[in-house]
């Protein structure tokens, strides 16, 4: 070990990269057992209107938990199913279970309607209308409650071919949302072609808002932005009061956040739903 500073960094780093590459290849080796196995389940957030304190919408968020590796966060199994093509047979497993729910909640008298995450290989599979639409009819419930989110750099990618099957998608009755917006780059002329009805602001902003002046002045361009594009605005990511108040006063019309309640289980969001419950706004 000469000048051997700099090598054994090498090594460490060497390790590092092995470690992850580990983890990630166990991970594949779990996830593709995962759906049989039931080791996905399903948590919901509600959506609030600003105005009122009502729940407006919920969504669907992803999880997964295995006796060996234990609970694993989205942030590191999406990349894993999106990589290895997954993502479709669990995403079609999330839009049926979510249906499922909500036909469950009717039936409880709780009419509501749920947005579920989409990938962009998922929303682009050729099959994915005709899937949709069947599982609707299959469980009968109403395409008005289903609400389908896709990130900004993800419909950005193929942006005109997203806008086609998004077209088809909301002349069914379902709405479609840009998710964690602001963080990808947006063609405004193809945003304005995309039949969207939300913009959901990324939390990344939100969170430093009303204290960096600069995310101040980005949320509010994109509130006024949807606004003249005839989109509605839901802010991510409210944990404080402060951040509410700023939201409200510049007109954004929807917040999800930990302020309000962090992701549920299907049983808490029903009671949720039942009571009607009302959040201080
Ligand atoms: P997303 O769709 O932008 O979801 C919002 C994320 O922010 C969720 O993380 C939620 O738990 C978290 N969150 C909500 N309020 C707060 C808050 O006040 N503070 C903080 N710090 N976080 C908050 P989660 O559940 O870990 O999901 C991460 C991402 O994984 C999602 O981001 C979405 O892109 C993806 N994902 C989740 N479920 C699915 C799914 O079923 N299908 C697909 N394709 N992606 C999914
Ligand atoms: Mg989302
Ligand atoms: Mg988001
Ligand atoms: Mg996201």
């Known amino acids: 070990y000469g000048k051997k500073k700099g090598k054994r960094l090498f090594i460490i780093f060497n390790d590092e990269i092995r470690i992850k590459e580990e983890r990630r290849i166990k991970l594949t080796e ?95 599979d050729k099959d994915f209308v005709k899937t949709v639409k069947s599982i609707i009819e299959e469980t009968g419930i109403s395409p008005r409650n289903l609400k389908f989110e896709i990130t900004e750099s993800e419909a950005m990618k193929f942006p005109e071919l997203t806008i086609s099957v998004l077209k088809e998608l909301s002349s069914m009755g379902l709405q479609i949302s840009i998710d964690d917006f602001g963080t990808g780059y947006s063609s405004l002329s193809y945003l304005k072609m995309m039949p969207v009805s939300y913009i959901k602001i990324d939390r990344s902003f939100v969170s430093n808002i009303p204290s960096s002046r600069e995310d101040n002045i980005l949320v509010m361009t994109i509130v006024n932005l949807a606004k003249s594009f005839g989109f509605k605005t839901i802010a991510e990511g409210v944990e404080e009061k402060i951040q509410l108040l700023f939201l409200q006063e510049i007109g954004c019309d929807y917040v999800q956040g930990y302020f309000f309640s962090r992701p549920v289980s299907k049983q808490e969001i029903l009671v949720m739903l039942k009571e009607s419950k009302k959040f201080q706004a």
Request: without cysteine.
């Open 30 to 124: 779990v996830l593709k057992n995962s759906l049989e196995k039931r080791e996905f389940y399903i948590v919901y957030q509600p959506i609030v209107e600003l105005n009122t304190g009502k729940i407006f919408s919920i969504e669907a968020l992803l999880r997964m938990k295995n006796e060996e590796i234990g609970e694993v966060s989205p942030a590191e199994f999406i990349p894993v199913l999106e990589e290895t093509g997954m993502i479709k047979d669990v995403g079609y497993w999330v839009i049926k279970e979510v249906a499922k729910d909500i036909k469950e909640f009717q039936q409880k008298n709780v009419n509501i309607n749920a947005s579920i995450n989409v990938d962009i290989q998922q929303l682009l």
